[in-house]
């Protein structure tokens, strides 16, 4: 098979949660640890940070990712889903797997998918730990993708867990309360195995302590130990912003942050907590680095798509926040924006807590309700009649190219155009900014 041939195969014979939802979620490690084994166990040939949480995990793996590269290692770096192509789940300093390993690894392995039957995230895994064994890198961060005590990559016992935010997402399959999902966060931290929190919520905190405590995994707080403020009020239109870090007992420290958004505050004392746990093991990551890669991340790993600016009057920004908590803190940054009018292109999907977050919603902006082309994906029609119950009006639009060229169209230089509501949203626009 080609690598088109290849993908298609992988699509259509295994079940994958990005597009048809929980029915392709596995509810063991079975599948993955069977696929491991048959593999030679490559998740223990190499050492790693497993990062978890509701939001903020994509951003924290990307800057540990740049951190380390920065500092002159060879990162594997395993994130989902991807957005334009699926060679960006699996990266080593900041390249994509080569689709000519994608279609060998298939090729091989085709008979033991056959007989394991794993779901698409489990092959994924599989495949993402034995690149990353064999290219022999120094360290991989990973991404959970759902929740953690049964997710694909918890087979691997790392250098550090990091939890980065617990709040509200997928409430069917990791529970109903903070507590509940907390608990499913929780169950990435191993024995003897440090765990740094991100962010300090009352509601959570005993139950990362108990985790902890039965495993004896020391345990910190960052945001106890790191506080982060923002300097100055960046610029509408900023790609960077500056903040001020304060270590108890030490002077600050500035760094311009190469991701923007208020809700970067939260996540960034995990990632300075796991650097100094990985600092007392022997790696070698000298101030420099640190300031490279948490200002150049976006080109060091190549992230996108976490408040991505894509065009100036109008500005036109994406965020692929699409939980209560992640939408809670894109209108935060929108209400920080001098604009004539707002425009939102909004998409989600049928298994969300849609009127939550529609809830929180500008209302004096003008919609565009629109779908991605995903069987996930509610219908637009379906959204702007949610959306009409909440108090916001607009057009619907059959496809997401349609929703942007109209927003664009109607939008004045002084406007701002605002892209997201799902993941799956903002993967459809890069054509469209090129």
């Avoid at 489990?122 to 690149?131: G, H, I, K, P, Q």
Wanted: with cysteine; net charge negative; glycine share 8%.
């Amino acid at each position: 098979m080609n690598y088109q041939e290849t993908l298609a195969y992988l699509y259509a014979q295994l079940p994958m949660f990005q597009r048809v939802g929980a029915a392709a979620i596995t509810k063991s490690l079975a599948n993955t640890e069977a696929l491991a084994a048959a593999l030679g166990n490559p998740e223990r040939k190499f050492r790693s940070v497993h990062v978890a949480g509701t939001n903020g995990k994509g951003s924290s793996s990307n800057w540990l990712a740049a951190v380390l590269q920065a500092a002159g290692y060879k990162v594997g770096l395993y994130t989902s889903p991807h957005l334009r192509e699926f060679t960006e789940r699996i990266k080593i300093n900041g390249q994509d797997i080569s689709p000519a390993y994608l279609v060998d690894w298939v090729e091989r392995w085709k008979p033991l998918f056959e007989q394991i039957k794993p779901s698409f995230f489990e092959m994924t895994v599989a495949l993402a730990y034995e690149y990353f064994a064999d290219e022999q890198v120094d360290i991989a961060i990973i991404e959970v993708g759902l929740g953690g005590r049964l997710d694909s990559t918890n087979i691997i016992t790392p250098l550090v867990s990091l939890i980065t935010n617990i709040s509200f997402d997928h409430q069917a399959l990791l529970g109903n309360t903070l507590p509940e999902i907390a608990a499913e966060k929780a169950g990435i931290i191993k024995p003897n195995v440090p765990v740094v929190i991100s962010q300090t919520q009352p509601e959570v905190r005993a139950v990362f302590e108990q985790y902890a405590s039965a495993v004896q995994a020391p345990l910190v707080f960052a945001d106890e130990v790191y506080q982060v403020e923002t300097v100055g009020v960046p610029a509408a239109d900023a790609e960077q912003q500056l903040v001020r870090v304060q270590r108890a007992g030490r002077p600050a420290q500035e760094y311009l942050l190469g991701l923007v958004g208020d809700y970067q505050r939260f996540n960034l004392p995990g990632v300075l907590a796991v650097l100094v746990r990985l600092r007392e093991m022997g790696f070698q990551i000298s101030e420099a680095a640190l300031q490279e890669g948490l200002r150049d991340v976006r080109r060091l790993t190549g992230f996108r798509g976490r408040w991505q600016i894509l065009g100036r009057r109008p500005l036109v920004v994406c965020d692929t926040g699409h939980n209560e908590a992640g939408i809670r803190s894109v209108v935060a940054q929108l209400r920080r924006l001098n604009y004539h009018r707002l425009h939102m292109v909004l998409g989600t999907v049928a298994d969300k807590d849609v009127a939550a977050m529609l809830a929180l919603l500008p209302k004096e902006a003008i919609y565009y309700f629109c779908q991605a082309a995903i069987p996930r994906a509610l219908s637009a029609a379906e959204l702007s009649t949610q959306a009409a119950g909440v108090g916001l009006s607009g057009g619907v639009f059959t496809s997401v190219a349609e929703a942007v060229h109209a927003a664009r169209a109607a939008a004045a230089p002084d406007d701002v155009v605002f892209i997201g509501g799902s993941t799956f949203v903002v993967a459809e626009i890069e054509d469209l900014f090129t």
